[in-house]
């Protein structure tokens, strides 16, 4: 490479989103990029031009491993969506005259579906234009919904994560008896796509039976029929445990968590409250049945627990980072660098790059044959999907008992 | 020993308590019980007769080795508080005709202020009537609050995860930038006692300032000051996080989940809803300063979560679980093992009986100096008290991506 580099990170945290930037960094070094910046919370910061030169924070090889084991965005996020380029030029302008300034030769941008869009703008903007900068789209999200990529990066490992916890959940679940039952409702994210939810399977196993049932929010929700299976099921067992996705609806498109909604609840300060699906749920069940029930979100966690991340995971974030600067420097523009599954057993994985105008905003969801006929659980072909993107560990690095990170000073 | 041995677990599980289990049961067979039987689901499942010869379970040093890394009550658990003495004989006089019959010589109890309890009741009926078995009981708890030992089995390893999730929400809370600021309030057990809520001190280190606020349920919560505080370091920063345990309460007594009862609100079954402690302040605080907010409860993971046990712990409550066994086979009954700290640097304990009439239903709170003074944190010493016990690593035995657990059908 003759000019410099430019990478940004975009959209909600991953535990995997900072491997991929060691990984735009260390092959941009390799490929003799001079600097490599990244700039702070994304194109809204680099509008701002908030950004800084990588160098002075990976100065060396066990940086770059720690970058890895650090959750959450480094560089800091953004969710901000670039006008249309006939709205208004002066954006485009403005950004590319800080692309000038810093010789940019390669622009990458880590991120999802909004993030694609961002690359699909920039680039087709550059061609418009003639500019010579190069614009390469990197995925990452948790809800592993892109299209054209086998998986995204970031998702194996908040899999991982899911699986770990409710099993360790269903584990819990187990000891305690309540004389009439006890229902635990795990609220998992994903609010379209239903990848992250249907990941509870992976707790079962020779040792454990897994979650009793599992709601994706690819399907409509009876709340009926779902308070006839507990019930079913609490006639045969003491504890049932249940994952629903937190975007789960009814038939009529209403999401479950704006039925705690219609009573009009509001706070003591006048705020309308929006009760969560799990919650709702187990006030629910505990109405029909009378059993005890508990409400377990998942929360920001599902995202974030580094110390449970998937080594396949990590490494191939790691890789579509290199394979990004690789495709800028060979001149690519305007692609996105995809994961395509090359053997399932033995799991290998390879990358590709595809034009991102196929891609960016567009949404992959679980096919229906992958959800079991009445809807309330995923079908093996789902688990040997996910189950190679697990696998693996990535040991923390631990100073003083608790995983080290990367710090960037804010 | 000449007799039998038979364990039970009791109380809320953590990802110790079988490592407990697993020294009970090692120890007595090295010191020569010719059956170790398990109760399940504790001193309740036992009136019932309920129980197993551990040896089906523990067939070789590789199930013990996965006993320590599953977590929960591998028994089963139970809520069940003896009557006394004089008020039902009936109850003891049926628990001893099953030790008789299975010719119980030592009874350990694994659990918190409720299992000393009963450990105490049935030690003394036996005083009182003769009998030969010994009762000895093995402390069990994540609150910590077990008077006369230095800390509890399955706290270390409780606060190891509250000090890595802590962690790695802070990380995640750093990432967006909202106009008016981010405030996580993360909620952490503990009704009474705040040794687990201070645990998410230990996230701070030279890679992360730490949460910014941390209230522990020991000392009155005033809201108004909580609000002001918040305001304040929002001027500074964009992202504020804070730990707060489930149980603070006004300084006259009601418990801040309280008050999102105060308007009544009633779901749709016609429940009573208790809205949770981080919820109604993020409430709170979203009405005050107009702020983006989000709660977060750690939920059952906090007490369950095996894959980031801590290794201290886990040796330690192997530990005392064999200073259980030794302790009655030496004669000793109506006692309790307890963990001494010999030396903070290095850091060493070791295990010693005390008198369990000493222990049972008894709370050891957070000392008054070890919270600062405006009691919006804990202090150094706090740390210090906390970090030895979150040491080290026990690596999971993972199978297909998932930790395995030694697995009981149920």
């Given at each position: 490479?003759?000019?410099n580099?430019?990478?940004?990170q ?11 930037l060691?990984g735009?960094?260390?092959?941009a070094k390799?490929r ?6 990244g700039?702070?919370h994304?194109i ?8 800084i030169d990588l160098?002075?924070y ?11 084991r650090?959750?959450a ?6 969710r901000y969506?670039l ?8 954006v ?13 030769e390669?622009?990458?941008y880590?991120g999802g ?5 961002t690359?699909k703008?920039?680039?087709d903007?550059a ?8 614009f390469?789209g990197?995925?990452?999200t948790?809800?592993n919904?892109?299209a054209l990529?086998?998986?995204?990066p970031g998702?194996?490992s908040?899999?991982?994560y899911?699986?770990t ?6 584990r819990?679940s187990?000891?305690?008896?309540y004389e009439?039952g006890?229902v635990?409702?795990i609220?998992?994210?994903?609010r ?6 249907g990941?509870?399977?992976l707790?079962?196993?020779e040792?454990?039976a897994g979650?009793?049932l599992i709601?994706?929010p690819e399907l409509?929700f009876d709340?009926?029929?779902?308070g006839n299976?507990v019930?079913e099921?609490?006639?045969k067992?003491?504890s049932?445990?249940?994952?629903i996705?937190?975007?789960i609806?009814?038939?009529d498109g209403r999401?479950v968590?704006?039925?705690g909604?219609s009573i009009d609840f509001v706070?003591a300060?006048?705020h309308k409250q929006?009760?969560?699906?799990a919650n709702y749920?187990?006030s629910?069940?505990?109405g ?7 409400a377990i ?10 110390h449970?991340a ?7 974030a790691?890789?579509?980072?290199g394979?990004?600067?690789k495709?800028a420097d060979e ?6 660098v995809?994961?395509q599954?090359l053997?399932d ?6 990358t590709e790059v595809?034009?991102v ?6 949404e992959?969801?679980?096919?229906r044959e992958w959800?079991?006929?009445d809807?309330?659980y995923v079908?093996?072909?789902f688990v040997?999907y996910?189950?190679p993107l ?11 008992g608790?995983?080290?990170h ?5």
């Amino acid at each position: 490479m003759k000019g410099n580099v430019i990478v940004g990170q975009s959209g909600g945290p991953t535990a995997a989103i900072n491997s991929s930037l060691a990984g735009v960094y260390r092959t941009a070094k390799d490929r003799g990029a001079a600097k490599v910046y990244g700039m702070l919370h994304g194109i809204q910061g680099l509008l701002q031009e908030r950004y800084i030169d990588l160098s002075e924070y990976i100065t060396n090889e066990l940086d770059a491993e720690l970058l890895k084991r650090t959750p959450a965005a480094f560089l800091g996020s953004c969710r901000y969506k670039l006008p249309e380029i006939h709205e208004d030029r002066e954006v485009y302008d403005k950004i590319f005259d800080i692309l000038n300034k810093l010789n940019i030769e390669a622009f990458i941008y880590i991120g999802g579906n909004d993030s694609m869009d961002t690359i699909k703008k920039l680039s087709d903007y550059a061609i418009i234009t003639g500019h010579p900068t190069r614009f390469i789209g990197c995925p990452k999200t948790i809800d592993n919904d892109l299209a054209l990529t086998d998986h995204t990066p970031g998702y194996g490992s908040a899999a991982k994560y899911i699986g770990t916890s409710v099993k360790e959940i269903i584990r819990d679940s187990f000891c305690l008896e309540y004389e009439k039952g006890l229902v635990s409702i795990i609220e998992i994210m994903g609010r379209n796509a239903g990848w992250l939810t249907g990941a509870a399977a992976l707790a079962k196993g020779e040792d454990c039976a897994g979650p009793d049932l599992i709601y994706l929010p690819e399907l409509p929700f009876d709340i009926e029929a779902f308070g006839n299976k507990v019930k079913e099921l609490l006639s045969k067992k003491s504890s049932v445990v249940v994952a629903i996705s937190e975007g789960i609806r009814l038939a009529d498109g209403r999401y479950v968590c704006e039925l705690g909604q219609s009573i009009d609840f509001v706070d003591a300060f006048g705020h309308k409250q929006l009760s969560g699906t799990a919650n709702y749920l187990a006030s629910y069940i505990a109405g029909e049945i009378g059993c005890k029930t508990r409400a377990i979100e998942l929360s920001s966690l599902q995202r974030s627990a580094s110390h449970c991340a998937s080594r396949v995971d990590i490494l191939e974030a790691y890789q579509v980072g290199g394979a990004a600067v690789k495709a800028a420097d060979e001149g690519d523009s305007g692609k996105m660098v995809v994961l395509q599954r090359l053997s399932d057993d033995p799991y290998q994985s390879g990358t590709e790059v595809k034009d991102v105008h196929k891609i960016a905003n567009d949404e992959k969801l679980v096919p229906r044959e992958w959800v079991t006929e009445d809807g309330s659980y995923v079908t093996d072909e789902f688990v040997n999907y996910v189950r190679p993107l697990i696998q693996g560990d990535v040991s923390p690095v631990m100073v003083d008992g608790i995983p080290r990170h990367l710090y960037r000073q804010l």
